[in-house]
């Protein structure tokens, strides 16, 4: 059974929808919290890095296009990943799912890898015609054997629905499974078919369990609708010891930070 206590911080992020913890960047022993979807919900949108036992911000990333375009959902979903560009720190993704073109110069839907140190833009993986691509997102194994896992993309819109896996560290497309609706979700589990690699499982005119590996079909699978929350941890921020969490609620607009005890 878990006893999850009230802490007293919160953080009041304008237009959060999403929230990942990356390394601890001023040396406090915690981690910190990159939130997504920040913005006063009708103009450009960005993420925000921050101290979660101060809320001091260390840096923010917005949107490289839709500048006051009400299309924007830059930070749509934000994602931890491996060290991408060996600066000794853990990187993150950016899903941006826009309905709108982000400018002249590039095409309209993407999801971009960023530096967990400083939020510079290091690799992006975009389409042109898939509406919605990063509407999903999810981490699962190496797949192209540069040590750094790698990133399973979904689309859904108007036939357009897809789950591309790409290489964190190039931004190439691995492999591309077409899906005859909404996959509706990403969960990476266990490597059922023993290949070496993680699979997952996702909606394929039925939930069905998909090779990491090679995106062919593995078999039916059991189905379990996400629920609207994002939890992180975070490690022991009070000296308690116990673990602290930070969560968000889908249908809110601000991060809570919990003690979770397990008994």
Request: proline content about 4%; hydrophobic content about 35%; charged content about 25%.
């Given at each position: 059974m878990k006893d999850a206590k009230a802490w007293p911080c919160g953080l009041d992020i304008p237009g959060a929808t999403s929230v990942a913890?990356?390394?601890?960047?001023?040396?406090?022993?915690?981690?910190?919290l990159a939130v997504g979807g920040a913005g006063n919900g009708v103009g450009a949108k960005g993420v925000v890095v921050v101290c979660p036992t101060s809320g001091r911000v260390h840096y923010e990333v917005w949107c490289p296009?839709?500048?006051g375009s009400v299309g924007c959902s830059f930070g749509h979903a934000v994602l931890t990943l491996g060290d991408v560009d060996g600066d000794g720190l853990r990187d993150f993704a950016v899903a941006d799912p826009s309905w709108t073109p982000l400018d002249g110069?590039?095409?309209?839907?993407?999801?971009?890898?960023?530096?967990?140190?400083?939020?510079?833009?290091?690799?992006?993986?975009?389409?042109?015609?898939?509406?919605?691509?990063?509407?999903?997102?999810?981490?699962?194994?190496?797949?192209?054997?540069?040590?750094?896992?790698?990133?399973?993309?979904?689309?859904?819109?108007?036939?357009?629905?897809?789950i591309a896996a790409h290489s964190t560290r190039t931004g190439e497309r691995l492999y591309?499974?077409?899906?005859?609706?909404?996959?509706?979700?990403?969960?990476?589990?266990?490597?059922?078919?023993?290949?070496?690699?993680?699979?997952?499982?996702?909606?394929?005119?039925?939930?069905?369990?998909?090779?990491?590996?090679?995106?062919?079909?593995?078999?039916?699978?059991?189905?379990?609708?996400?629920?609207?929350?994002?939890?992180?941890?975070?490690?022991?921020?009070d000296g308690d010891g116990v673990d602290e969490l930070a969560e968000l609620n889908a249908l809110g607009c601000s991060v809570e930070l919990r003690a979770q005890r397990d008994n």
């Open positions: 913890a990356l390394d601890d960047l001023d040396g406090d022993g915690v981690r910190e296009g839709h500048r110069n590039e095409p309209p839907y993407g999801v971009w890898i960023v530096s967990g140190m400083n939020g510079a833009f290091l690799q992006s993986a975009v389409e042109v015609t898939r509406a919605t691509f990063g509407r999903l997102l999810a981490v699962t194994d190496d797949l192209d054997g540069d040590d750094i896992g790698d990133l399973l993309i979904g689309s859904s819109w108007m036939g357009a629905n897809v591309l499974v077409h899906t005859p609706d909404d996959p509706r979700a990403i969960t990476v589990t266990g490597d059922r078919d023993g290949d070496g690699t993680r699979d997952f499982i996702t909606w394929l005119d039925g939930p069905k369990l998909i090779s990491g590996a090679t995106g062919a079909v593995v078999s039916d699978a059991t189905w379990r609708d996400p629920e609207n929350t994002s939890t992180v941890r975070l490690g022991d921020l």
